[in-house]
C-alpha cells in the first residue's frame, strides 16, 4: 500500500480515536511479573543465540504477554515515509514484509508522540485499515527506540470486540519495546559492521594498491566492533541477572557494564533517600577511599553534577571538571582531583511512573565526550538499574508490609482463611482451627465449618454470604454468629473479608477471624448495668427538668428585661434630639400666642401647640415604656381619677363599646405618678375596643389585694400591698402563641399601620418602674382582664406645688436678673432667650461650654447659669463643675432632653428642668434654683 498523495502526519480529528486515557478506568488485571520475567529471559537467551530473530520473538512475547491477537514491529524504508512489517505474529502473520496498514500515519503518530498511544476506529482516519482483513478493532501501539529517539512502532492488536487492553498491557508493552529495541541495535551494529567488511573485501579486489590503508581499517572497525559486542555482552548478562538474582548483589555488576559500555575508568550507583533528600552511595569503581567517603551521602542541594541531574531531571554531562564553571571551588572538585578524575556525565534513574529513584554516573580520568551511540547503550542499562532499584525497593516494602500484617494478626489473635465459592475449598490457619475446638492438623472444608454454626445463627450467615459473592455489591463479609466447639461448649465468632471478582464472578474470598465471646459477656453484663442506669437517670431527668423549668422562667425575665434595656437605650437618644425639636416648636408657639390677635392666626398657633404637646407626651410615653423617664410618683385616688377620664373614655370608646366601671369605695391610695396612669387607662381601653365586636362590654374595675407568694413570670408582682386597675373586654380571648409575645416591644397582631405594638410593653414599662406589675388573664371566646398591681402610699407625699409660680402673674422685679444660656443647639439657644425676654430676664448667650466660661471670666455680672446637658465640647455637669470652680455660689440649672436616670443621680443637688418646657416650669425652676 501506499501513502495518498497530499497526506500529512498531522490528523484531523485524531483525539476522536485516541482513547488511551480510557486506559486509567478501564479494570487492571494484576501485574504477573514472573511470567513477564519469564518471557524476558527467553527473549534475552533467543538474542544471544540468534540476535537477528529479535524482532520476530519480540512480536510472538507480545501476543503472548498483551493477549493480542496478533503484533507487529513496523520500521520505516531508508529515506522514505512507507513503513514496512518487519515482523508480525498471530493472525496478522501472512503480512510480514509488506507495508504497515496505516499509510504511515498511525506509526508517525505515535513517534511524534513517543509514547504508548490506544486507538479505535482507526480505518475512520487511516484509509489504509479500510476493508482491511482481518479487521482491526483496538490497536495498543508503543514507539520502537533506536540511538535514544522513536524510530517506528511495536503493535499489539485486537480484531474482535471480545476483551480490551488495559494500562497493564501497555506496561508490558512498552516495557517489550525498551528491552528489544537496545540487543536490536546491537544486532544492527552488527550487520552495518558486516557489510562494512564484504564492501572492505570487494575494495581489495577492485584496488589492491590501497590494500594496506583497507586492512587497517578493517582492524579499527573489527575492534570497535569487539568492544561494542563487549558492551552487548554485558548489556544481555546484566538483563539475565536481573530476571534471577537478588537485586542487593547486581549494583556491582552494573557499574562493571557500566564502564564497559562508557569506556570510563570510573562508575557509581547512589539511591535516593526521599524523607531527607540525600543520595545514598550504593557501590562504586575508580574512587579514592577519601573521595567514595565524600560521596557517600550527597545534599541534593549541593554543587554537584549529580544534584544537578536530580534536580533537573536530565543526565548532566560535565566533558572538562576543570573548566567547569559550577563546581570551581567546590569540594566536588576536590574530590575529583583527589581521584584523579577530569569527565563525568550523571544520569538519573526514573521509576516506570517518573519517581526519581537515584543516579548512576560514568567517570574519565582524561576530558571526554561519549557519543551518541554510548549515551544510547548507556540508558539501556540505566533503565536496567532502575528497575532493580524499584525492585529492591518494592520487596523491601512487601517484606515490611507483611511483617506488620503477622505482628499485627498474632498480636490480636485473629485467625485466617480463605474460601473458594467455586469449588468450596476451604483454608484455616492453626488459629481457625483452635477456635472451632479442632486439631491443629484436622482437615477442614465448607460442611465441617457449616455444622459448627449455632442453628439459630445459620440462617443471617448464610446471607452475609449471598451478599458477599453478589457482583452487584461491595463484595464485603461481616457478621458476627455462635459456634459449637468440640472442646469449649458456645463461642462468639466475628469475622469479615472481602470477595475477588473476576469477570463478574466470585473466584477468592480472603477474611480473619477473632473469638470475641468475652466481649459478648461483658456487653451482657453492660446491658444489664445500662438498664439500672437508665432507671436511675430518668428519676435524675425528672428532678433535672424541673430545674430546668425555673432556670427557664429566670431566663425568659433575664432576656425580656435586656430587650428593654437595649429598646431603651436607642429610645432614649431619640428622645434627646426630639425633645430639642419640640422645645423650639412649643416655646415660639407660646411666645407667638401672646402677640397674635386675629382668631384664624390663633387657631393656627393653637394646632402648632397642640400637636407638638402631642409628640412631647409620645415621646414621655416611649421613655416610660423603655424605663428611661423619671417618674414622679405622688398618691393617687384612682376610683377619682379614672371618674375624671369619663369624658375622654367615652369619645376614645364611641358608641359601639359599652363603658362599665366598678370601683372599690375602700380604695387604697396608690403611689404613681399620675400623669402616666391616665396613658396606661387609654391604651389598656383602646386595646379592648379594637379586640371587641360593637355591642361589647369593657368593664374597668378597682380592687385593694395582697400578693404573698413569690412571682415565677417576669411581668408580674412581687409580694405586696397592691391597688389593682382592672380593664376586661368580651373579645375572642388571646391564642397561647399569641400571649407569649404580648408585652415584646413592637409586637402586635393588627393590621399594617392600625398599631405600634408599644401599648402592652409600655404598660409593663410602667408597671414594674413603679414598683408593680402585670397580670394577662384570658379565655377562648369570652374575653380577656389586663390587671395592673400599682403599689400601695403608705406615706403622705409632700406637696410639689407649694412653692410654684404662675409666669403669667410674675411680678416684674425692679432689677432684672441676667440669665446665662448655654446650648449648642443655636434653635433650642434663641427660643429659651426669647422665652426668657417675655418673661423678664436679661439672657446672655453663649454656643458652648467654652464660650460660657470666657463669658464668665470676664467679670459680667451674671446671677444664674441655664445649661444644656448634652453638648459635644463640654457637656452641662462639666459646664457646672467648672463654674463651681469660679464662682461657687453661682446657681446653675440643667436643661435636658435626654430623661436619663443617672444624670438625675450624679447631679442631685442641681436643678433640672426637662425639655421641652413651658414658662411656669422655668420660671419655677429659676426661682428654686435662686431660694
Known amino acids: 500500500m501506499t501513502t495518498p498523495e497530499g497526506q500529512t502526519s498531522t490528523l484531523d480529528g485524531l483525539d476522536d480515536c485516541v482513547i488511551t486515557a480510557e486506559l486509567a478506568r478501564r479494570p487492571c488485571k494484576a501485574p504477573d511479573y514472573e511470567a513477564e520475567n519469564r518471557a524476558l529471559t527467553a527473549l534475552v537467551q533467543d538474542m544471544t543465540a540468534e540476535p537477528r530473530a529479535v524482532l520476530q520473538k519480540c512480536a510472538e512475547l507480545a501476543v503472548l504477554l498483551c493477549h493480542a491477537d496478533s503484533a507487529g514491529i513496523s520500521l520505516p524504508e531508508c529515506g522514505d515515509r512507507v513503513f514496512r512489517w518487519r515482523a508480525v505474529s498471530g493472525e496478522l502473520a501472512a503480512e510480514a514484509g509488506r507495508t504497515a496498514p496505516d499509510d504511515a500515519r498511525l506509526s508517525e503518530t505515535v513517534i511524534a508522540r513517543d509514547s504508548v498511544v490506544l486507538f479505535r476506529e482507526g480505518e475512520r482516519l487511516f484509509p489504509g485499515m479500510t476493508g482491511h482483513e482481518p479487521h482491526v478493532y483496538e490497536v495498543l501501539v508503543a514507539p520502537w527506540h533506536a540511538r535514544g529517539k522513536p524510530v517506528g512502532a511495536l503493535w499489539a492488536m485486537k480484531h474482535t470486540p471480545e476483551g480490551q487492553f488495559d494500562a497493564e498491557d501497555a506496561r508490558l508493552l512498552q516495557s517489550l519495546s525498551h528491552t528489544a529495541a537496545g540487543t536490536f541495535q546491537t544486532t544492527e551494529a552488527l550487520d552495518q559492521a558486516e557489510a562494512r567488511c564484504m564492501e572492505l573485501e570487494r575494495g581489495i579486489e577492485d584496488r589492491t594498491r590501497d590494500l594496506s590503508e583497507a586492512q587497517e581499517s578493517a582492524r579499527k572497525s573489527e575492534a570497535r566492533l569487539a568492544q561494542e559486542l563487549e558492551g552487548a555482552r554485558q548489556l544481555q548478562q546484566v538483563s539475565l541477572e536481573l530476571l534471577s538474582n537478588r537485586p542487593e548483589l547486581l549494583y556491582e555488576q552494573i557499574l562493571d557494564a557500566a564502564m564497559a559500555v562508557m569506556r570510563s575508568q570510573g562508575a557509581s550507583m547512589q539511591i535516593l533517600e526521599p524523607d531527607t533528600g540525600i543520595l545514598k552511595l550504593l557501590a562504586w569503581r575508580g574512587f579514592h577511599p577519601d573521595a567514595a567517603a565524600f560521596w557517600d551521602r550527597v545534599d541534593c542541594n549541593s554543587a554537584s553534577t549529580c544534584s544537578e541531574a536530580l534536580k533537573t531531571g536530565r543526565r548532566i554531562l560535565v566533558s572538562d571538571t576543570e573548566t567547569c564553571t559550577f563546581m570551581a571551588g567546590t569540594e566536588d572538585l576536590e574530590a575529583y582531583r583527589l581521584s584523579s578524575l577530569r569527565a563525568v556525565q550523571s544520569t538519573p534513574l526514573q521509576s516506570r511512573n517518573g519517581r526519581a529513584l537515584g543516579m548512576v554516573s560514568t567517570h574519565w580520568r582524561e576530558p571526554h565526550e561519549p557519543s551518541k551511540d554510548d549515551f544510547s547503550r548507556f540508558d539501556v542499562l540505566g533503565r536496567e538499574a532502575a528497575d532493580l532499584i524499584e525492585r529492591a525497593q518494592t520487596e523491601a516494602a512487601l517484606r515490611e508490609s507483611e511483617a506488620r500484617l503477622k505482628a499485627a494478626v498474632d498480636l490480636v489473635e485473629l485467625g485466617r482463611y480463605s474460601w473458594n465459592p467455586q469449588t468450596n475449598e476451604l483454608k484455616w490457619d492453626e488459629k481457625c482451627r483452635a477456635m472451632w475446638g479442632l486439631p491443629t492438623d484436622a482437615t477442614v472444608d465448607y460442611d465441617t465449618w457449616l455444622t459448627a454454626v449455632h442453628p439459630e445463627d445459620v440462617g443471617a450467615v448464610e446471607a452475609a454470604i449471598q451478599r458477599c459473592i453478589d457482583p452487584r455489591g461491595d463484595g464485603v463479609y461481616d457478621v458476627e454468629y455462635r459456634v459449637l466447639g468440640d472442646d469449649r461448649g458456645e463461642r462468639w465468632i466475628a469475622t469479615r473479608g472481602q470477595t475477588q471478582f473476576e469477570i463478574d464472578k466470585p473466584v477468592w474470598f480472603y477474611g480473619v477471624v477473632i473469638d470475641v465471646t468475652d466481649r459478648k459477656r461483658i456487653e451482657k453484663r453492660l446491658e444489664r448495668r445500662v438498664e439500672a442506669r437508665t432507671r436511675e437517670l430518668e428519676e435524675a431527668n425528672n428532678a433535672l427538668r424541673s430545674q430546668i423549668e425555673k432556670r427557664e422562667i429566670a431566663e425568659a425575665e433575664v432576656q425580656q428585661l435586656q430587650r428593654l434595656d437595649a429598646i431603651g437605650q436607642i429610645t432614649s437618644g431619640v428622645a434627646h434630639d426630639f425633645n430639642n425639636l419640640l422645645s423650639v416648636v412649643l ?250 425676654d417675655v418673661l423678664g430676664y436679661a439672657a446672655v448667650s453663649a454656643e458652648s461650654g467654652s464660650a460660657a466660661l470666657r463669658v464668665l471670666a470676664s467679670n459680667q455680672e451674671i446671677d444664674l447659669v441655664l445649661a444644656d446637658f448634652a453638648m459635644p465640647e463640654m457637656s452641662g455637669g462639666e459646664v457646672a463643675k467648672a463654674i463651681r470652680a469660679m464662682r461657687p455660689i453661682l446657681p446653675v440649672v440643667l436643661m435636658s432632653g435626654y430623661r436619663d436616670l443617672n444624670v438625675r443621680k450624679e447631679f442631685n443637688d442641681l436643678r433640672i428642668i426637662l425639655k421641652p418646657f413651658t414658662e411656669n416650669d422655668l420660671v419655677n425652676a429659676i426661682s428654686a434654683a435662686l431660694r
Open 587 to 836: 416655646t415660639n408657639a407660646r411666645l407667638l400666642s401672646h402677640t397674635v390677635q386675629g382668631p384664624y392666626d390663633q387657631e393656627g398657633i393653637e394646632l402648632i401647640r397642640s400637636a407638638a404637646d402631642r409628640g412631647a407626651k409620645l415621646i414621655a410615653q416611649l421613655l416610660a415604656f423603655s424605663r428611661q423617664q423619671r417618674l414622679e410618683p405622688d398618691q393617687v385616688d384612682l376610683n377619682s381619677r379614672i371618674a375624671g377620664m369619663g369624658d375622654l373614655l367615652g369619645v376614645t370608646l364611641g358608641g359601639t363599646v359599652q363603658l362599665k366601671t366598678i370601683f372599690a369605695p375602700d380604695l387604697w391610695l396608690a403611689l404613681v405618678d399620675p400623669n402616666q396612669i391616665e396613658m396606661i387607662v387609654l391604651n389598656l381601653a383602646i386595646n379592648a375596643r379594637d379586640a371587641m365586636q360593637p355591642g361589647g362590654t369593657l368593664t374597668i374595675e378597682t380592687f385593694n389585694t395582697v400578693i404573698e407568694g413569690e412571682s415565677f413570670q417576669p411581668e408580674e408582682p412581687s409580694p405586696g400591698d397592691y391597688v389593682v386597675l382592672a380593664i376586661k373586654d368580651t373579645g375572642n380571648g388571646i391564642p397561647d402563641e399569641v400571649l407569649l409575645h404580648v408585652f415584646e416591644p413592637f409586637f402586635t397582631t393588627k393590621e399594617p399601620g392600625k398599631g405600634s405594638g408599644l401599648g402592652l410593653a409600655q404598660v409593663f414599662g410602667f408597671a414594674k418602674q413603679s414598683g408593680g406589675g402585670v397580670r394577662i388573664e384570658t379565655r377562648l371566646g369570652e374575653g380577656t382582664a389586663v390587671k395592673v398591681f400599682l403599689p400601695r402610699a403608705r406615706i403622705d407625699a409632700a406637696d410639689h406645688h407649694a412653692d410654684s409660680v404662675d409666669a403669667s402673674k410674675r411680678l416684674q422685679t425692679t432689677t432684672r436678673l441676667r440669665v446665662l444660656v448655654v446650648d449648642d443647639d443655636k434653635a433650642v439657644l434663641r427660643s429659651t432667650v426669647r422665652m426668657l
